[in-house]
């Protein structure tokens, strides 16, 4: 799970931004995507 300081709708901004280009940089696709942002929120909302 990668940090954020805006999980649930809110405009990147920050840190955010920055790790999300990262990850939509890597090529994996829409589904790695998927896996990784859904991964995040499941993560956040059941810890």
Same mark, same amino acid.
């Given at each position: 799970?990668?940090? &954020? ?14 790790? @999300?280009?990262? %990850?939509?940089? &890597? ?14 929120? @499941?993560?956040? %909302?059941?810890?």
């Amino acid at each position: 799970m990668f940090g &954020t300081d805006a999980p649930f709708g809110l405009a990147p901004a920050e840190a955010t931004q920055l790790v @999300e280009d990262a %990850i939509d940089k &890597t090529g994996i696709g829409q589904k790695g995507l998927e896996k990784i942002y859904y991964r995040n929120f @499941e993560n956040v %909302i059941t810890d």
